[in-house]
């Protein structure tokens, strides 16, 4: 089973859906267009249930197989939201908003899921059942969180869960996968270090909030270097120290230091997030200042099934000829985590060859990888749930 036939015929449509859903960008909740285009193309292909308003803008469509001796039921999913960047490609497709873009792909990844459902309703050569899932909110939104809470396992009754991100610098249309952990949890910090301002010439009437934050900056690193073990993957960033004065001879009140922290297992996450609550205290209180702590929760880890993960780089050595099957893991955040913790399931890169990075204002989706894109999906269902 190379690239399917069908999908070099139903190329030149798939990618006119694409382009025209990366010049109509929209962002994490406000897919209205794309979700109104989803439910009007799952429709006419002829899908036996289309289910709008899951996870607020989120679309799923149902397709029966010929037969459904199996019982199975498999989802599909992809996402649709676009990016708060503004687009500097060039293409007389680009978007059509100013500081809305397509940077990440999800106008292909939509696009290929809806060439899959076209060619899945017209052939239905499977035994089971296949649910269709558009999400929106995947850049930050948690809008993959908000369909789970909807409760769209239980209602399509799904027991795997399928997920597809186009990558840069994988060749194009080739696959690459890895089980377990393969995309980080994504959580972030406020830390506000209280101190007592006043003059730059006068310290000590005051307490300085900026000599005890250069010393928590550093001192933070040492949950990566002194607290993990050293062969877990974690990344402590912090990204943003801001004082509550610009002038050159105040002491400020306070500032405040944000960033993000990365890991892969649960205790890591655990271990980071007491270990910047107690080190933040600690260096605040050091220096006569107190360390106000916001821990705000992001993204779980995206955890492959292993069973799943092997059956998916199965049908993506089919498609391609070959799949990486101990891809790098990447310490980005992929809100398919929520669904993947719900459900058994795999998610696979698919190449976009040489090209910008996703959020980058150059990047733009490569429609060549739709033949193999699309054909992945359709193999999942037909070969999982193999006809009768
Ligand atoms: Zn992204
Ligand atoms: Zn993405």
Sequence with gaps: MPVKNRFAELLPEIT???????????????????????????KAFGCDEVVTGIGRTGVVGVIRGKTDTSGKVIGLRADMDALPIHEQTGLDYASKTPGAMHACGH????????????????????????????????????????????????????????????????PLGQFAIRPGAFFAATDQFEIK???????GAKPHQTVDPVVASAHMVSALQSIASRNADPVDEIVVSVTSIESSSKAFNVIPAFVTLRGT????????????????????????????????IKWLPGY????????????????????AGSCEANAPITMGGEDFAYMLEERPGAYIL????????????????????????????????????PAA
């Design 300 to 319: 779980p880890a995206m955890v492959n099934s292993e069973e799943q993960t092997a059956f998916a780089a199965s049908v993506a050595e089919k498609v």
């Design 107 to 170: 106008d292909g990844h939509t696009a290929m899921l809806l060439g899959a459902a076209k060619y899945l309703a017209e052939t239905r050569n499977f035994d089971g059942t296949a649910i269709i899932i558009f999400q929106p909110a995947e850049e930050g939104g948690g809008g993959g969180r908000e369909m789970c809470e909807d409760g769209m396992m239980e209602k399509f009754g799904i027991q795997e869960v399928y997920g597809m991100h186009n990558w840069p610098g994988i």
């Design 261 to 292: 922290i990365r890991t892969m297992t649960k205790a890591a996450r655990e271990l980071a997030e007491t270990r910047l609550k107690a080190i933040a205290t600690g260096a605040a209180a050091t220096f006569d200042a107190e360390a106000e």
């Design 193 to 199: 270090v209280v101190g007592r301002g006043g003059h």
């Design 16 to 42: 006119e859906w694409r382009r025209d859903l990366h010049e109509n960008p929209e962002i994490l909740f406000e897919t209205h267009r794309t979700s109104a285009l989803v439910e009007e193309k799952l």
């Design 350 to 385: 698919v190449g976009n060859g040489d090209s910008a990075d996703v959020h980058n204002p150059n990047y733009n989706f490569n429609d060549e990888a739709i033949p193999a894109g699309c054909s992945w999906w359709a193999g999942i269902i037909e070969e999982r749930m």
